[in-house]
């Protein structure tokens, strides 16, 4: 369902946002929503060293090699958009995109 081709199809767009927002309706949804919270604190997890550093240190500080493998697992994890909805505003996808980044936000 996620694809970085140059477009997508409607039905993939559907399928896709509503994969993501059912699990919040089952009896697991804390375990989803806990999922999804623990991916994106990895996710941020070396810019947040790098603030804490240069707030308590000297700015040569840089982000250990795990922390930034951590990181882009937790990337790889978020899926991508099509090439037409990077370059168009206004896109059924980005819409879709964003009633699912919504409604997970509520969950959390």
């Not at 623990?38 to 996710?43: D, F, L, Q, S």
């Not at 550093?53 to 991508?80: C, F, H, I, Q, Y």
């Not at 964003?98 to 509520?106: G, K, R």
Request: glycine share 8%.
């Amino acid at each position: 369902m996620d694809s970085d081709d140059l477009d997508k199809s409607i039905p993939g767009i559907i399928a896709k946002n509503v994969a993501m927002i059912a699990p919040m309706f089952t009896p697991a949804s804390g375990l989803y929503m806990g999922a999804m919270i623990g991916k994106e604190m990895v996710r941020a997890l070396p810019m947040m060293y790098e603030v804490a550093t240069n707030l308590l240190g000297p700015d040569s500080v840089s982000t250990p090699k795990w922390m930034n493998n951590l990181a882009a697992r937790g990337e790889s994890l978020t899926s991508g958009n099509s090439v037409y909805a990077s370059e168009h505003t206004f896109s059924f996808e980005n819409l879709a995109n964003m009633i699912s980044d919504i409604a997970l936000q509520w969950g959390q």
